[in-house]
């Protein structure tokens, strides 16, 4: 939820910082801004739109400077406008921060600021402290970073920050406590964003900041403290992210991109992790705390959206072949709700981006009353991996279109291999079920591949329902969760009202919204519910609903009562989510794209929900 950038070098900032946002921009796009410090006059250009509307608003004036912020928003205080856009700006310009999170104590330090003199043009917390920081700089006469370091002693809310002080021209100074900042390490340069994306091109060693800490950026020195001023020596770590995976490449949009990778960036998410025998599965990330798996009481899944959906196939999956009891839980409703945390329960935080604030506290809470903690999470060095006990990567590459695609398939696969292989460990499954089970598994990127061939006719299929008010997808078993995942997908990039339900809940109310303008999606391929399913198709049928199935390949019986139906390659039923879930996607970016929706940057979105 909004990117930051800033660079500080001796290269001119401004093409930095504009490439750095524009690769930022999934974190947020109702405004955009930067300040670049040119000899030590500041210039700060900002503007609603996106970042191509910031780039004309440059377009012949000033861009010069070595040293430079930058800001992409998602509006939390004030609506998206001119004024309300990042950069903000001191009342007597001596500091110009950008921020992503909230201040939630602004109306109060507003409040006292006010008393003192200070007037404010925004409505936004950020430039409440940005006053607040030059308050202290003029009133105490201190360094601009402990004018920084005293004024986040007196803040309540999250922050990842960088500022400029332009009395002090020479430097950046950047903080986090909840929201991620990454800062990039040149030779006499230093650059800095939400996450390592803007960075990759230039150099591949980073400094993830941690919660509580101040760097202080020159031109030829990182310097890290805490709030107490007490100094942190940096951990570096090399970050390996291929460049050819953050661009679009000959796709139109990165949500086709996304979708189109996922038999590779599945493949990777088990590259390494079967051994070469196909006999065995190795998760390193959790092999120290695998016999305290294995004997969990019960599993607590936490996760939010998309992967909370993953979450919910995970619940299928420990249940029938570890034998585990599994909760799944809105990590919102979860952090807050004072559940019971028994010792011998094993909380699975899932995320994609590793960020989302209500997983990151629901995490924190469970771990504070002793329970193991595991994450699923795909974006390498971000905060969830680093505050949980143990876990696994899903390697399936950036994702960047704010829809996750390849993110949750890659999620079910993790989880799939975890049940598997603590379903051996318990002695719940046979060596043979576990072997076949894993040559089922790797069987799932060819049979996303086939079923992506059949892309011009899920098209089609699009086309005939781009204009619907409303959907409705059911499923049942694994492929319920499915259902929900499908709904989503559909109303978040296409705007069009869609719910996901248990086939057999439709009897319970649903039922009364079908009619002949109703398209009702339909998982049905063959598993131990595929009876049950069919009749339910008769139900819709009989109220005149529109029925597309998703059908096992050669499904007769489905289609002559079906309007449309997608054939999808024949799998294990507890593997069919990873493949059932692709017409799904597809359909879903064909409506938006048909109805002329920004289908990467979807309204009201933003891709890394760091504020709760
Ligand atoms: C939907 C979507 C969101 C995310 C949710 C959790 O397509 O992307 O629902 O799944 O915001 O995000 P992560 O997985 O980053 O915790």
């Known amino acids: 939820m909004c990117g930051i950038v ?34 030590n006059n500041v210039n700060v250009y900002k503007c609603k739109g996106k970042v191509r509307d910031l780039e004309q608003l440059t377009n012949g004036n ?21 004024v309300n856009a990042h950069p903000h700006t001191s009342m007597n310009g001596k500091f110009v921060v950008v921020h992503n999170g909230i201040i939630e104590n602004f109306a109060h330090l507003r409040n006292e600021l006010i ?139 990165y949500m086709l991109k996304e979708i189109h990778e996922q038999p590779i960036s599945l493949s990777d998410t088990f590259r390494g992790r079967i051994n070469p025998d196909l006999k065995q599965i190795n998760l390193g990330g959790i092999t120290e705390v695998l ?55 094993v909380i699975i935080a899932i995320s994609q981006s590793g960020e989302t604030a209500d997983t990151l506290a629901a995490i ?29 990567y ?26 598997f292989l603590i379903g051996k460990k318990r002695n719940i499954i046979s060596t043979e079920k576990y072997e076949e089970m894993i040559s089922n598994m790797l069987k799932v990127p060819q049979s996303i591949e086939a079923l992506m061939k059949n892309e011009a006719h899920i098209r089609e299929i699009a086309h005939l329902y781009k204009d619907a008010t409303n959907a409705i997808y059911l499923g049942r078993g694994y492929l319920y969760p499915v259902a929900l995942e499908g709904a989503l997908k559909l109303k978040e990039i296409s ?27 339909v998982l049905a391929t063959k598993d131990k519910y595929y009876e049950k399913i069919v009749n339910n198709i008769q139900e819709v049928k009989a109220r005149r609903g529109q029925v597309i199935a998703i059908v096992s390949e050669g499904d007769e ?18 593997l069919m989510p990873l493949i059932a879930v692709v017409p799904l996607q597809i359909i879903s970016y064909y409506v938006a794209v048909m109805r002329g929706c920004n289908v990467d940057q979807p309204r009201n979105l933003a891709k890394s929900v760091t504020v709760e």
């Open 6 to 39: 800033g660079y500080i070098g001796s290269r001119t900032a401004y093409p930095i910082l504009i490439k750095g946002l524009q690769r930022l921009e999934y974190r947020g796009y109702d405004s955009a801004g930067i300040a670049l410090l040119d000899n």
């Open 62 to 82: 000033p861009i010069g400077g070595t040293i430079g912020i930058g800001h992409t928003r998602w509006a939390t205080h004030g609506i998206p406008n001119d």
């Open 115 to 253: 008393s003192r003199g200070y007037s404010f043009k925004s409505e936004t917390d950020t430039e409440v402290l940005a006053c607040l920081i030059e308050n202290i700089y003029t009133s105490t006469n201190v360094s601009a970073e402990t004018a920084v370091r005293i004024a986040l002693t007196k803040v309540v809310g999250a922050y990842g920050l960088v500022v400029i002080c332009t009395t002090e021209p020479n430097k950046l100074i950047a903080a986090r406590k909840g929201s991620p900042l990454v800062i990039g390490m040149g030779h006499g340069e230093y650059f800095i964003a939400s996450d390592a994306t803007p960075i990759v091109e230039y150099t591949d060693q980073m400094v993830y900041l941690n919660d509580g800490e101040i760097a202080i950026l020159t031109n030829d020195n990182l310097n890290i403290t805490n709030l107490n001023d007490e100094r942190k020596d940096p951990n570096v770590t090399t970050v390996d992210i291929n460049i050819d995976n953050i661009d679009k490449g000959d796709y139109e949009h």
């Open 291 to 345: 016999p305290r798996i294995s004997n969990a009481k019960r599993i607590i899944i936490v996760a939010c959206g998309t992967s909370y959906h993953a979450g919910l196939v995970g619940e299928y999956l420990f249940e029938e072949y570890a034998r585990i009891p599994v909760e799944v839980e809105y990590a919102s409703e979860f952090r807050y709700r004072n559940p019971i945390i028994n010792a011998g329960d």
């Open 364 to 392: 924190r809470m469970a771990k504070e009353q002793g329970a193991l903690i595991l994450g699923i999470c795909n974006v390498a060095g971000s905060s969830i991996p680093r505050e949980t006990h143990a876990g696994i």
């Open 394 to 419: 899903t390697h399936a590459g950036p994702e960047i279109g704010v829809a996750s695609t390849k993110a949750f398939t890659a999620q079910v696969m993790v989880l799939t291999m975890m049940a």
């Open 495 to 521: 705007y069009i009202h869609a719910e996901g339900y248990p086939a057999a809940e439709m009897k319970h109310g649903p039922i009364a919204l079908i009619d002949q303008n109703m398209p009702v999606f």
């Open 557 to 574: 019986t489905i289609r002559k009562m079906a309007d449309h139906v997608i054939e999808v390659p024949n799998i294990d039923e507890a």
